[in-house]
């Protein structure tokens, strides 16, 4: 585990202007998408914990709308960068370094909404990612949000077809067109280790948990993960429609494996 884990900070440490690009300028659906769904739970003054914030991207957006934010993330570039971010933007968020398997520093119940949106795709094996959500739940107050997010293995396919698609031809890389074929997870070293895993098995993970109850599950870019150059090529008013209307479909369980990230929102059982 020791060495994924420094695979993964390496990573991320090596370049997090590339995660900022990735929302800001290549997929801004995912984060419209995901922020439009999120503020249904988040209320305002809610305090918020961004476990695996990366770059400060969510915590940067909620800090805006006057909330206290805490951004944790593995990566000490990642943590560097979203603080820079924050001072260039004009708000202020706690940004620290840190491991989302040990959230020691927090107390039990401190946080109204976390958010756990990197951390699960990185965790190679079923009891990391359990300890994590435990984790999380443990510094959640009582009927606050969990906010959790996933890379779908269908994702894969997404990406193949959109940006590399002679990738289809390459032997080594049969097995993982296959094992998405056969709607399985899979846990392997891919832009770094990573955990890919179905709709079935994300919803099994947080069902779990105990005191943990689903509120709705969502694909981050909906039905448009496939189409992001079209997308980045029309006027802003027709892309702005088909986000809009993306939302209409985002729930919808026929059209969750169009996307490559989902999220699934759980709130914690309230104390008796």
Not at 8 to 35: N, S
Not at 87 to 114: C, E, N, P
Not at 148 to 154: A, E, H, R, T
Not at 213 to 233: H, W
Request: hydrophobic share 35%; with cysteine.
């Amino acid at each position: 585990m020791r060495e994924e884990k420094e695979a993964v900070r390496t990573h991320y440490d090596a370049d997090p202007k590339k995660e900022w690009d990735r929302l800001k300028t290549r997929h801004p659906f995912e984060k419209y998408i995901t922020t439009h769904m999120m503020d249904r739970y988040i209320r305002p003054g809610d305090r918020i914990l961004d476990i695996g914030g990366g770059p400060g991207h969510y915590s940067i957006h909620y800090a805006k709308h006057g909330h206290d934010v805490t951004l944790l993330d593995l990566s000490g570039g990642n943590v560097r960068f979203a603080k820079q971010k924050a001072r260039q933007y004009g708000v202020k968020i706690t940004a620290l370094q840190g491991d989302a398997l040990d959230l020691s520093r927090f107390a039990d119940d401190t946080f109204d909404t976390v958010f756990l949106m990197g951390p699960l795709y990185h965790l190679m094996n079923e009891e990391s990612r359990i300890r994590a959500i435990e984790e999380a739940k443990r510094v959640l107050k009582p009927g606050g949000c969990l906010c959790c997010s996933f890379i779908l293995m269908f994702g894969g396919v997404i990406y193949g077809l959109r940006e590399s698609q002679e990738t289809i031809l390459w032997p080594e890389e049969q097995v993982f067109y296959d094992i998405a074929a056969r709607d399985e997870s899979v846990a392997f070293n891919a832009f770094t280790y990573a955990w890919m895993t179905t709709v079935r098995d994300a919803k099994a993970l947080l069902a779990s948990v105990k005191d943990l109850r689903t509120e709705t599950v969502f694909g981050q870019e909906s039905i448009l993960a496939p189409y992001r150059s079209q997308l980045s090529q029309s006027p802003r008013k027709i892309r702005m429609a088909f986000y809009d209307y993306a939302l209409r479909y985002c729930e919808k369980e026929d059209y969750l494996t169009h996307s490559e990230h989902l999220m699934i929102i759980s709130r914690k059982r309230a104390e008796d």
